[in-house]
């Protein structure tokens, strides 16, 4: 199971920055005109687009005046609130972001027929390292080997 976190990770690494910039970027920009438009209607005591708006939009194109009545108007706990609630959606969504990008089993990013399949000089009880018909780098099959030396070349020989 670790080799899936580890190649989930390894895979969506510039994802999963990408997505801690847009969480923060999302704090400043839509939660907190989203708390001073919600405590707006609360002075007002009923819902009024028109009015949720108008402060949403105000404290979206200036922050530092939506930071000022979050503290002005002891707005911070609401703040924090909505701020848990969007961070738990927000960590939902990126954690199945991140299962999706798990690998299905040990082999998925390892090239079919390559020696990267072998640890510490495996395949060299086969094959041989420096001469014999060349299978891939580093990689040869002896002519002495007993037993089946059956080749299956796959490609193009260039003749010209």
């Known amino acids: 199971m670790n080799y899936k976190i580890q190649g989930a990770f390894k895979k969506g690494r510039t994802?999963?920055?990408?997505?801690s910039i847009l969480w923060l970027l999302l704090a400043v920009v839509f939660i907190m005109p989203w708390t001073c438009g919600c405590y707006q209607n609360e002075l007002?005591?009923?819902?009024?687009?028109?009015?949720?708006?108008?402060?949403?939009?105000?404290?979206?194109?200036?922050?530092?005046r939506g930071f000022g009545a979050i503290f002005g108007h002891n707005?911070?706990?609401?703040?924090?609130?909505?701020?848990?609630?969007?961070?738990?959606?927000?960590?939902?969504?990126?954690a199945i972001g991140i299962i999706r990008m798990m690998p299905k089993h040990r082999y998925d990013d390892i090239e079919h027929g390559s020696s990267d399949w072998s640890e510490g000089g495996e395949q060299y009880q086969v094959l041989s390292k420096k001469e014999g018909i060349i299978l891939a780098e580093n990689n040869y099959l002896?002519?002495?080997?007993?037993?089946?030396?059956?080749?299956?070349?796959?490609?193009?020989?260039w003749f010209w």
């Open 15 to 19: 994802t999963i920055i990408v997505a």
């Open 44 to 64: 007002l005591g009923r819902f009024e687009m028109d009015a949720f708006m108008n402060v949403f939009v105000k404290t979206v194109t200036d922050p530092i």
């Open 75 to 94: 707005l911070f706990f609401n703040y924090l609130k909505n701020l848990f609630g969007f961070t738990l959606f927000y960590v939902i969504i990126v």
């Open 142 to 157: 002896p002519l002495d080997k007993r037993g089946n030396v059956n080749v299956l070349v796959v490609g193009r020989f």
